[in-house]
């Protein structure tokens, strides 16, 4: 049972543009959430990360949503950059981090 | 380097061989995490341990995989047996939160991983 899911395989956008990356969860008890960043042959490594009790977090360029009631986050990058090309992962806290699958983004210049 | 090492980057072995990883994590981190990584998935859990002590293993470790963390510090994930279907990346992770339980704001800092291939 995947508990979080990103439902998009893969996302490219242009350099400048705004790029979102959504995910999905299932259980209401989660209370904090997670995006990690991971780049080839390098592990995750953590971009930012949201509490239940709040709807929006931003850090620079990077904006997460949570909408509770729907279960479902978002990731916000303005503008994207060709350095952030990457497969990004949400992840929930219960007792452990659960992630989902991951989202490859392609940002063009 | 100060953070968290994984031994070896990469390593084939034939089916029905053990094999055994090595994470050493950042060195006042006393949480310490296996996941394993297959494409197109993102990192599922294995175990982590508090200090030495082994605190949770999921159902996807079977008998055939053993971890240890004997002194604290360093940690090995042992494979006996290995079959195909254990083709992964295999990555560890550190942290150190306040408490027992995971704080909900807990970061974990994770090593480059080993690829494991079984042929």
């Known amino acids: 049972d995947q508990q979080v899911k990103q439902n998009s395989p893969s996302l490219s956008v242009q350099e400048g543009r705004i790029s979102i990356l959504n995910c999905d969860y299932t259980?209401?008890?989660?209370?904090?959430f997670l995006w990690y960043k991971k780049y080839p042959a390098e592990g995750p490594t953590f971009l930012i990360s949201i509490s239940s009790i709040k709807d929006k977090n931003e850090d620079g360029r990077f904006t997460v949503f949570l909408n509770k009631s729907a279960k479902h986050l978002s990731l916000h990058i303005v503008p994207s950059q060709p350095g952030d090309s990457a497969v990004y992962f949400c992840?929930?806290?219960?007792?452990?981090?659960?992630f989902g699958q991951g989202t490859t983004l392609q940002v063009k210049p | 380097d100060t953070g968290v090492s994984q031994d070896p980057r990469h390593k084939i072995t034939k089916r029905g061989q053990n094999v055994t990883f090595r994470c050493d994590p950042i060195s006042e981190h006393n949480r310490l995490y296996w996941y394993r990584q297959t494409l197109g998935q993102g990192p599922e859990f294995l175990t982590y341990?508090?200090?030495?002590?082994?605190?949770?293993k999921s159902r996807l470790l079977s008998d055939r995989f053993s971890a240890e963390r004997p002194k604290g510090s360093f940690s090995t994930l042992e494979i006996q047996r290995t079959e195909q279907g254990d083709s992964a990346m295999y990555l560890c992770?550190?942290?150190?939160?306040?408490?027992?339980?995971?704080?909900?704001?807990?970061?974990?800092?994770f090593g480059s991983g080993t690829q494991l291939s079984v042929l």
């Open positions: 992840a929930a806290i219960t007792g452990k981090l659960i």
């Open positions: 341990f508090q200090n030495e002590a082994q605190l949770e």
């Open positions: 259980n209401s008890m989660f209370d904090y």
């Open positions: 992770a550190s942290s150190t939160p306040p408490g027992r339980q995971i704080a909900t704001n807990e970061k974990l800092f």
